[in-house]
């Protein structure tokens, strides 16, 4: 009985973390809808911090599941397909002098995000079958978690070097790490960055898993910079030093898939 009871308890650590990033998901719905898309993106932003998290105690505890494996998909659309779609949406909706809220930019605008949610769900769906099948070298296309996160810090980054009136009465930090640079030109632009997401996420880009890109170094750097992305997710500081090193990420991904091509 005793056994019973510790092996159910090993799972609720887990478990726990990836319910809470199903909250973490419905508080940046909630935000957006409420007219908060600054708020809404930093939840976004951090369900991508703590989606590593529940695998990483499940790996520690030898607890993984079939249950934890679905919990976990379920929470993953939540957090990166309908997350970025409802910041983008609730946003660009709100503004009319973005040119998102009547005619065929309102219709574009559905389309894109609907495009983009779609797209995840298939990426989801697709991992989830290629993972039943036997472990898995590399992720194909982008992973739905680096592009929501890549989203997300592009997103906040590009209204942080804009007029802030854009999101007044929210803010966002004054640590300036690309000096006097101005985005507001880019930010009409931003909901064509969900069809980028939704392509790379569909794409046959092989991406290496963390830790795996068969370089000490290279992956002592990313090891390092992740460390880094926490720190400022959490400070809710520097989105673009979050993209920034998403991009980093997304050059060595193009790489790996080179090189593994090659090989093969």
């Given at each position: 009985?005793?056994?019973?009871?510790?092996?159910?308890?090993?799972?609720?650590?887990?478990?726990?973390?990836?319910?809470?990033?199903?909250?973490?998901?419905?508080?940046?719905?909630?935000?957006?809808?409420?007219?908060?898309?600054?708020?809404?993106?930093?939840?976004?932003?951090?369900?991508?911090?703590?989606?590593?998290?529940?695998?990483?105690?499940?790996?520690?505890?030898?607890?993984?599941?079939?249950?934890?494996?679905?919990?976990?998909?379920?929470?993953?659309?939540?957090?990166?397909?309908?997350?970025?779609?409802?910041?983008?949406?609730?946003?660009?909706?709100?503004?009319?002098?973005?040119?998102?809220?009547?005619?065929?930019?309102?219709?574009?605008?559905?389309?894109?995000?609907?495009?983009?949610?779609?797209?995840?769900?298939?990426?989801?769906?697709?991992?989830?079958?290629?993972?039943?099948?036997?472990?898995?070298?590399?992720?194909?296309?982008?992973?739905?978690?680096?592009?929501?996160?890549?989203?997300?810090?592009?997103?906040?980054?590009?209204?942080?070097?804009?007029?802030?009136?854009?999101?007044?009465?929210?803010?966002?930090?004054?640590?300036?790490?690309?000096?006097?640079?101005?985005?507001?030109?880019?930010?009409p632009y931003l909901p064509f960055t969900l069809l980028l997401g939704a392509a790379g996420m569909l794409s046959p880009l092989r991406v290496p898993k963390l830790g795996r890109t068969r370089s000490i170094v290279t992956d002592v750097i990313l090891f390092a910079a992740v460390a880094a992305g926490y720190s400022v997710g959490i400070a809710r500081r520097l989105p673009e030093y979050l993209f920034g090193g998403g991009v980093y990420y997304l050059g060595?991904?193009?790489?790996?898939?080179?090189?593994?091509?090659?090989?093969?």
């Amino acid at each position: 009985m005793s056994g019973g009871r510790a092996r159910f308890w090993k799972y609720v650590p887990p478990n726990a973390v990836t319910a809470s990033s199903l909250v973490f998901g419905l508080i940046a719905v909630e935000s957006a809808v409420r007219g908060r898309p600054i708020a809404a993106a930093w939840w976004g932003l951090l369900v991508t911090l703590t989606d590593k998290l529940d695998g990483l105690l499940a790996g520690l505890l030898d607890a993984r599941s079939p249950f934890g494996v679905q919990l976990d998909s379920l929470a993953d659309l939540l957090a990166f397909g309908l997350v970025p779609a409802i910041v983008t949406y609730s946003f660009f909706s709100a503004r009319p002098a973005l040119g998102w809220t009547s005619g065929a930019g309102a219709v574009g605008l559905e389309i894109i995000c609907a495009i983009y949610l779609v797209a995840a769900a298939v990426r989801l769906a697709r991992f989830n079958v290629l993972a039943a099948r036997g472990p898995i070298e590399h992720y194909t296309g982008t992973p739905s978690t680096m592009t929501a996160g890549m989203l997300m810090a592009f997103f906040l980054a590009c209204l942080k070097y804009s007029d802030p009136a854009l999101i007044a009465p929210e803010s966002l930090d004054h640590l300036r790490l690309l000096g006097g640079l101005r985005l507001d030109a880019v930010v009409p632009y931003l909901p064509f960055t969900l069809l980028l997401g939704a392509a790379g996420m569909l794409s046959p880009l092989r991406v290496p898993k963390l830790g795996r890109t068969r370089s000490i170094v290279t992956d002592v750097i990313l090891f390092a910079a992740v460390a880094a992305g926490y720190s400022v997710g959490i400070a809710r500081r520097l989105p673009e030093y979050l993209f920034g090193g998403g991009v980093y990420y997304l050059g060595l991904c193009v790489a790996f898939h080179l090189r593994t091509r090659r090989a093969r």
